[in-house]
C-alpha cells in the first residue's frame, strides 16, 4: 500500500467516481436547505429531495467530497482516534441508477487496487436478510463467507425517519491488526475498539416502509455512500489516530509549537492540542459559509467550539488570543480544494479575534469569582469546591471542569467530581426535554407535485412589466381549485409571469391578474418549490378558472422603488468595503419600495464620518449616471470576474451577473434600474449592531430619501425656531443646554447623598450582630446603585468586621446592594451569596462577588422582609450549614 496525501486520496476517489460517469460536484454549503437540520451532516444530505422524490435529480450519477459539521458528541473530540467536528465525506450516489450490482465491486476495486489496501485485511458487513448483498461480496468480488457478518437493524439498516424511503447497507472494514485491539478474546467484526476499523458505509436505499411498517420495494433504487476522508487517511498512512495524519498533523505541530507542549508528552496535553487542531478547522469553515457567532442555532455551535479551544489553549498555560496564529497553517493544507476559506480570510480572522477576545475577558471573570469562593471556604477551614460551584463556573463562564481542577489543587482544595458530572446530567436532560427540534425529515407538498407536474414557471419580469399567460393552476383553502370567485383567497400559478417572487431579500410584486371574467388583485409573490413563482391574492370581481388566459400586470410604481433600493444596495455594499475593510460580507439584506436594510460583517460601529464616506461613495455614482451591465455566465466565470456573492445562497451552473461598470459585481437575479442615475438620491436613515459581528444599515433612495431630506428640512426650521439663529449655531447651544442641566443633576445628586447621609448614625446605631460580624441594613426611597454604595462607604469606614446591605425602593421594583469588607469575607461572609439569597423573598434574583453585589426584586412591598433576613443568612454562612 502507497503512501499518500489525504488531498491525493480526495482527488483519486473523485476522479476515479467521474471515471463510472459521474457528475463530480463541489462541496456543498455547511448550511443545508433542510430547515430541520442545523448543519450539512454527510455527503448525501444536499441531495436528500432526490432520494425522496420531492425534486427530479439533474444527473443520474454524482460523487462529491462535503465538508460535514456534526456536534452531537462534542465532548469525545480529542478523547478518541476518530471523533471531529469538521470532516470530509467522500460520497458517491445513484439516483435510479447503478445499484448493488455496480457499486460493491467499484468499492472492493477502489479499495484494493487504486488504494491498495490489502483484500486479505478487508471485511464486509451486511444487513442479516440481504442475500442480495451476499451475492455480489462472495460472487463478484470473491470474498470468502467468513469475512461477510451479517448484523441487525442497528448496524446495518438504514432509514430517513419512522416511514419513507430506507434500505440495508454494507459497511467495509478493514483490520489494522492486533495492536489496534482492545486485547478481549472475543474481539471481532462489530468490537467496539479500533482493530476492525469501518471505513465505508455503501447504503441500499430500496424501500418505502410505510405507516403500517411494511417495507414496500421502491420504483427506483438508489445509492448512498459515505468514506470519511481523515479515516481514510489513517489506515493508509499508518497511522493510529487521525490527528495524526497529514491533514491534522501540521495542526498538532503549531498548537504544539504555539504551547510549548510536545505531542505524546502527556496525556492531558494530546487531548488539548487535538481539541484546538479539530476546532479551528470547523470555524474557519463555518465562517467561510457565512455562520457568526450568536447565542442560539448555528452560531451558538460555532461561539461553543471557540470557546472550547480557547479554553483548552488555557490549559496548556496560553493566556492570550492564539487561534489566529493556526489559521495560515489551515489555509495552507484546506485552501486547495475549499476556494472559500482564502475568499472569505479577511472575515474569518476578524470573526475569530473579536470572540476570542471578548471571551479572554468573560474567562478573567470567571477566575476572579473563582479565587474569591476558594478564598472564603479556605478561611472556614473548607478543603473542597461544590461540585455545583464548578458546573456553574463552566455553565456561565465557560470554564473546563479541568481549569477548576487545576486552579483548585493549587490552594489545596479538591473538587467534588460526582457533584459536576450529576450537574451535567441535568443539564443534558433539560436540554433534550426543552428541545423542540423535529427528526430530519422531509416530504412531498402540493408545491412539489405541482412542479413535477408543471415545470418552472418562466420569469419575463427583466424587461416587462405586463404578460398574458395561461392560468395553469390555482389553490384555495391549501388545496388545487378549478376556479375560484369573488371573494375567494388565492394563489395563482402562471405560464409566465413578469412578477418578481419574494427571494435573494427583494420582497415580492403586487399588481393584478386580469382574465375574461374575472380579476384578482395580487398581494404578494412568492416561490414555492424552488421553481414555481405563486401570485398571492384575492378575487375582487367575477370568476378566474384553470385554463383562462390572462393579462398579469404589476405595479409599475412599486417596482421602480423596488428597483432604485436594490441598485443602491448593491452600491452600498461596494461602498462599506472600500471604506471599511475587505472582511466587510454581506449577511442578509431587505429590499423594499419604503427602504432597504443592509446586513453585513463588521465588528464595531460605523463612525458617523464613515458613514459619511459611504454616502458621498454612492451618491457620486448615482451621479456618475453609469448603465448597469447585466450578463448570464457559468458560476465559475463570474468568481473569476470577482463577482460578489451571497453568503448562503444556492447557486446554479448558470448565474446572473449585475455590474455597475468600474464600481461593482455581483452575483443577483433581482430587478435593477438601467442606470445609476435612476436612483435619484441615497440618505443613510442609521446603523446599528444586530448580533455579534454583524451590523445593519437601514437606508432609503429615490423619493422616500427625498421625503426624508424634506422631513429633516422641517424639524431644523423648528428648531431655528426654538433655538434661534442659525442652523450653524445650533450645536453649540444645544452642548450650552447639556451643561446646565449636567451642572443641576449634580447639584441634585449632592444633595441626596446629603440627606441619605444624614442616616449613617442612626443605621450604626441599629446594627445587628452575625457570628460576629456587624450587620447594617437600611431601606431608601428612590436611591440609585451609586448613592447607596457610597453610604455603604461611609459605613465600612466606621465598622470592622462589617456586612451593609440596602434596599433602594420604588413603586415598580427594589434594587439590593450589599458590601462586606475583608474582615467580614476573612470570617465566611459572602455579598454575593447575601444578595441572592434575600432577593429571592422580593421575588427577584442576583449576585456577584464577596465583597461587593447587588440584585433586583419585583416586590416592593417585601423589601423589609428581606433586609430582616440578612442576620440569619449570614449567620447560615459563616456556620457552613
Known amino acids: 500500500m502507497q503512501w499518500r496525501k489525504g488531498r491525493d486520496l480526495r482527488e483519486l476517489f473523485l476522479a476515479y467516481f467521474e471515471e463510472k460517469n459521474s457528475v463530480r460536484y463541489p462541496s456543498f454549503s455547511l448550511i443545508p436547505e433542510d430547515p430541520t437540520i442545523l448543519f450539512t451532516i454527510a455527503g448525501m444530505v444536499p441531495f436528500k429531495p432526490f432520494f425522496l422524490g420531492i425534486r427530479r435529480p439533474e444527473v443520474l450519477r454524482a460523487t462529491t467530497s462535503q465538508k460535514c459539521i456534526r456536534t452531537n458528541d462534542i465532548d469525545n473530540v480529542g478523547r478518541t482516534a476518530r471523533h471531529h467536528t469538521f470532516f470530509e465525506m467522500l460520497g ?3 439516483f435510479g441508477d447503478y445499484f448493488k450490482k455496480e457499486i460493491i465491486p467499484w468499492s472492493w476495486e477502489f479499495l484494493t487496487e487504486r488504494v491498495g489496501l490489502d483484500p486479505n485485511r478487508l471485511y464486509a458487513t451486511i444487513y442479516l436478510d440481504d442475500d442480495e448483498a451476499f451475492h455480489f461480496w462472495h460472487t463478484s468480488v470473491g470474498l470468502s463467507k467468513d469475512r461477510i457478518v451479517r448484523l441487525g437493524e442497528d448496524d446495518n439498516f438504514w432509514a430517513v425517519g419512522p416511514v419513507g424511503p430506507c434500505g440495508p447497507c454494507s459497511e467495509i472494514l478493514y483490520d489494522q491488526g492486533p495492536e489496534f485491539s482492545c486485547g478481549r478474546p472475543d474481539c471481532a467484526v462489530g468490537c467496539s475498539c479500533d482493530r476492525y476499523l469501518e471505513i465505508w458505509n455503501l447504503v441500499f436505499m430500496q424501500f418505502n416502509r410505510n405507516e403500517a411498517g411494511e417495507l414496500i420495494p421502491l420504483p427506483k433504487q438508489n445509492i448512498d455512500t459515505g468514506m470519511g476522508l481523515e479515516r481514510l487517511s489513517s489506515v493508509v498512512q499508518r497511522v493510529k489516530s487521525d490527528f495524526e495524519t497529514d491533514l491534522f498533523k501540521p495542526l498538532i505541530d503549531k498548537a504544539c509549537a504555539i504551547s510549548g507542549t510536545s505531542y505524546g508528552a502527556t496525556p492531558r496535553g494530546d487531548l488539548a492540542v487535538r481539541v484546538i487542531s479539530d476546532h479551528v478547522r470547523a470555524l474557519a469553515f463555518m465562517i467561510a459559509d457565512g455562520i457568526l457567532p450568536a447565542n442560539e442555532g448555528r452560531g451558538y455551535v460555532l461561539r461553543r467550539l471557540l470557546r472550547r479551544a480557547v479554553r483548552f489553549g488555557r490549559l496548556l498555560g496560553v493566556d492570550r488570543p492564539f487561534l489566529l496564529d493556526l489559521l495560515p497553517t489551515v489555509m495552507e493544507l484546506m485552501g486547495d480544494p475549499y476556494g472559500e476559506l482564502l475568499a472569505n480570510r479577511a472575515t474569518i480572522e476578524s470573526v475569530i479575534s473579536l470572540e476570542e477576545q471578548k471571551f479572554g475577558r468573560t474567562l478573567e471573570q470567571g477566575s476572579l469569582l473563582l479565587e474569591t469562593e476558594v478564598g472564603s471556604r479556605k478561611a472556614r477551614g473548607e478543603t473542597a469546591l461544590p461540585g455545583g460551584v464548578a458546573f456553574e463556573l463552566y455553565d456561565t463562564y465557560g470554564f473546563p471542569f479541568e481549569l477548576t481542577q487545576e486552579i483548585c489543587s493549587e490552594q489545596g482544595v479538591s473538587v467534588d467530581e460526582g457533584e459536576f458530572r450529576e450537574e451535567m446530567r441535568k443539564q443534558k436532560e433539560r436540554a ?5 427540534q423535529l427528526a430530519s425529515t422531509l416530504s412531498g407538498t402540493l408545491y412539489t407535485e405541482l412542479s413535477e407536474a408543471l415545470g418552472s414557471t418562466a420569469f419575463v419580469g427583466y424587461d416587462r412589466t405586463e404578460e398574458t399567460a395561461e392560468v395553469k393552476a390555482l389553490v384555495a383553502l391549501g388545496a388545487a381549485a378549478t376556479s375560484v370567485e369573488e371573494g375567494d383567497v388565492v394563489e395563482v400559478l402562471l405560464a409566465r409571469t413578469p412578477f418578481y417572487g419574494e427571494r435573494g431579500g427583494q420582497v415580492g410584486d403586487r399588481g393584478v391578474l386580469e382574465g375574461p371574467s374575472g380579476r384578482i388583485v395580487v398581494e404578494d409573490t412568492v416561490i414555492a418549490a424552488g421553481t414555481l413563482t405563486v401570485h398571492r391574492g384575492r378575487v375582487v370581481s367575477g370568476a378566474v378558472s ?13 417596482r421602480t422603488a423596488i428597483r432604485r433600493h436594490h441598485t443602491a444596495t448593491h452600491l452600498l455594499h461596494e461602498a462599506l468595503i472600500r471604506v471599511l475593510g475587505e472582511h466587510v460580507r454581506q449577511a442578509g439584506s431587505l429590499v423594499s419600495p419604503e427602504l432597504l436594510r443592509f446586513d453585513f460583517t ?8 464613515e458613514l459619511e464616506r459611504v454616502e458621498r461613495i454612492v451618491n457620486a455614482q448615482i451621479l456618475g449616471n453609469e448603465d448597469l451591465r447585466v450578463v448570464h455566465t457559468t458560476l465559475d466565470e463570474a468568481k473569476k470576474q470577482g463577482a460578489k456573492a451571497l453568503f448562503d445562497e444556492k447557486y446554479g451552473e448558470e448565474v446572473r451577473v449585475v455590474s455597475i461598470p468600474g464600481f461593482s459585481t455581483e452575483l443577483c437575479g433581482g430587478v435593477h434600474v438601467d442606470a445609476t442615475g435612476d436612483i435619484g438620491l441615497f440618505k443613510i436613515l442609521r446603523e446599528e449592531g444586530i448580533g455579534a459581528g454583524v451590523r445593519r444599515i437601514t437606508a432609503v433612495a429615490g423619493m422616500p430619501a427625498v421625503e426624508h431630506v424634506l422631513d429633516t428640512a422641517h424639524v431644523v426650521s423648528e428648531l431655528s425656531l426654538r433655538l434661534g439663529g442659525d442652523p450653524d449655531q445650533f450645536v453649540a447651544k444645544v452642548e450650552a443646554l447639556q451643561d446646565e442641566v449636567k451642572h443641576l443633576q449634580k447639584a441634585l445628586t449632592e444633595e441626596r447623598l446629603r440627606v441619605h447621609l444624614a442616616r449613617v448614625e442612626s443605621l450604626v446605631a441599629a446594627r445587628r450582630d452575625a457570628a460576629g460580624i456587624s450587620v447594617v441594613t437600611g431601606l431608601f426611597r428612590d436611591a440609585d446603585d451609586q448613592l447607596l454604595r457610597a453610604v455603604g462607604d461611609r459605613i465600612k469606614a466606621a ?28 470570617k465566611g461572609a459572602h455579598a454575593g451569596n447575601v444578595v441572592r439569597d434575600i432577593a429571592r423573598i422580593a421575588g427577584g434574583g442576583g449576585g456577584g462577588r464577596a465583597q461587593t453585589a447587588q440584585a433586583g426584586g419585583k416586590d416592593p412591598a417585601k423589601a423589609e422582609e428581606a433586609l430582616a433576613a440578612v442576620p440569619a443568612v449570614v449567620e447560615k454562612l459563616v456556620s457552613g450549614k
Open 92 to 94: 458517491n450516489f445513484s
Open 799 to 826: 465598622l470592622s468586621p462589617v456586612l451593609v446591605v440596602f434596599a433602594g425602593v420604588t413603586e415598580e421594583k427594589v434594587l439590593f446592594v450589599a458590601m462586606a469588607d475583608d474582615a467580614a469575607v476573612q
Open 432 to 436: 433534550r426535554a426543552a428541545s423542540k
Open 546 to 558: 384553470v385554463g383562462d388566459s390572462v393579462t398579469a400586470r404589476i405595479d409599475v410604481e412599486r
Open 602 to 609: 463588521h465588528f464595531a460601529p460605523v463612525n458617523p464620518r
